[in-house]
């Protein structure tokens, strides 16, 4: 029997199950805050339940079943009860062996059927890559270059925009690939030192994956393979920038010192340098030295990044998009940022005029400098100028937005940053407070999610 949940979900094209678990995901979510159940919040589904419940074997249980009627606005027994006739009508023309105008309006019109063809296609493509990879096995050839330089540039450019488990097959992939070939011996010295730099660009991006799954130790690992590969390539950009990644992940992962010490010595490699790097690492330091309760050295370090930022040129990092180019509105969040961890933002006039204008500086999902992390932080961020301006109702509001990010876009910076707002709730005067209870209690929900979400 075709139940109608399968209908809808084949009309909604989330067949594939990383498509609809995002989806029931968000709908437990949801439900959670709106019942006040907190178990809900981790329930999750495997692979094999979802694919017997698609195909009918087996019938959704206990808090699925309230969280699927939530996700499709339907009584469960609706949803598990046969297809309406049209549904049946239209997915059994599609096996009919007719051919009609009809058919191929219901093929263009399903979502599901596009996803597979979608998936088919790629398939195809990779399964003709490796062909022409192999048929160049003496050598590195220009097909072998030209494909990777074009996926680690595509790669480069999404990663800010999307969840973690999108990319990171490729990007494993792609780096075994780069190794293989350095270790083959077969590249011509130009060759190579173009391998080092893709290979220290794609170790870089799975440093701040490992970063992201918060395990630090394993992202300094892959940042120290980035500046093997980057010193091999002679990439002093790249040289420049892997120190400014140490300084990221030491942040966050509460070695400040650390974080200060990586930040100099980047800059220090990065005197000759136009590109925004430059700007990155004065704004590291400052953050850095802002938890280290260094008022002068927060100043100091964000007048040299707006300094550097009036001489700044696009190069080939910045060219690259994502995490390898650092706009103006990254900044403008990394001096809020830097401000309110000093302490007495209250004493800092226009601080949360400063923290609204960083966060409309990632209001449209459009723009290519748009990043769902720095998005995140940018509203963490203005809820802690709030709360020190006494605003508790605005802070509640400045956070919310990350509080509803699906669990895939959870990853440790933004579990972190939104931490910090918990901690503030901690404090008088707003301790007490019914609202301060209840936001603490779902940000405690909202860090009880496991990076490994972003896997799913």
């Known amino acids: 029997m075709a139940t109608l949940l399968r209908s809808l979900i084949d009309e909604k ?55 699927l009627a939530h996700l499709f606005m339907r009584p469960i027994h ?12 239209l997915m059994g023309n599609r096996f009919s062996g007719q051919f009609s105008l009809s058919d191929t309006n219901v093929r263009a019109a399903s979502g599901a059927e596009q996803q597979k063809m979608g998936r088919d296609a790629a398939m195809a493509a990779r399964r003709a890559i490796e062909f022409a990879m192999g048929a160049e096995h003496n050598e590195v050839g220009p097909e072998t270059m030209a ?8 790669i480069a450019g999404i990663y ?31 060759q190579t030192r173009d391998l080092y730099f893709l290979a220290s660009l794609l170790s ?19 940042a120290r393979t980035a500046a093997v590969c980057a010193d091999k ?24 010192e650390d974080a200060l010490h990586f930040a100099r010595q980047g800059a220090s490699a990065a005197t000759d340098l136009t590109g925004s790097v430059t700007v990155w690492l004065a704004g590291l330091e400052a953050r850095a030295a802002a938890v280290l309760r260094d008022p002068e050295s927060v100043a100091a370090a964000n007048l040299r990044g707006r300094e550097a930022r009036d001489r700044t040129a696009s190069d080939d990092l910045d060219e690259l998009g994502g995490n390898f180019v650092f706009p103006a509105c990254r900044q403008d969040y990394y001096e809020v940022e830097a401000t309110v961890l000093l302490g007495h933002s209250d004493a800092v006039p226009g601080l949360v005029t400063r923290a609204e204008q960083a966060v409309q500086g990632f209001s449209d999902p459009d723009d290519p400098h748009w990043a769902f992390g720095d998005a995140a932080g940018a509203q963490s961020n203005l809820a802690l100028a709030r709360l020190g301006s006494g605003d508790l109702d605005g802070a509640a509001a400045a956070v919310q937005p990350v509080l509803d990010l699906p669990p895939a876009q959870r990853n440790a910076g933004i579990i972190g940053s939104v931490d910090r707002v918990r901690v503030s709730l901690l404090r008088e005067p707003v301790r007490d407070a019914v609202v301060a209870r209840d936001l603490r209690d779902e940000i405690a929900m909202f860090g009880r999610q496991l990076p490994l979400a972003l896997l799913r």
Do not use: C
Request: no cysteine.
């Open 78 to 89: 609706e949803l598990l009860s046969e297809a309406p006739a049209k549904e049946r009508l």
């Open 147 to 154: 494909y990777l330089q074009d996926e680690t540039r595509r």
């Open 233 to 256: 390539a002679e990439h002093i950009g790249m040289s420049a920038w892997v120190r400014g990644l140490q300084s990221l992940i030491s942040y966050w992962a509460e070695r400040p």
């Open 204 to 222: 870089g991006m799975l440093a701040k994956a490992s970063h992201d799954l918060a395990d630090p130790a394993s992202a300094m690992m892959q």
């Open 13 to 67: 094209g989330w067949k594939d199950y990383r498509t609809f678990i995002d989806q029931y995901h968000q709908a437990a979510q949801s439900l959670a805050a709106k019942v006040r159940d907190s178990s809900l919040t981790t329930h999750t589904v495997s692979d094999r339940t979802y694919e017997r419940w698609y195909s009918g074997r087996v019938t959704p249980q206990n808090d699925a079943r309230r969280i």
């Open 160 to 190: 800010t925009r999307v969840p973690l488990g999108a990319v990171l097959d490729d990007l494993t992939q792609l780096q075994d690939r780069a190794f293989r070939l350095l270790e083959s011996g077969r590249a011509k010295p130009s």
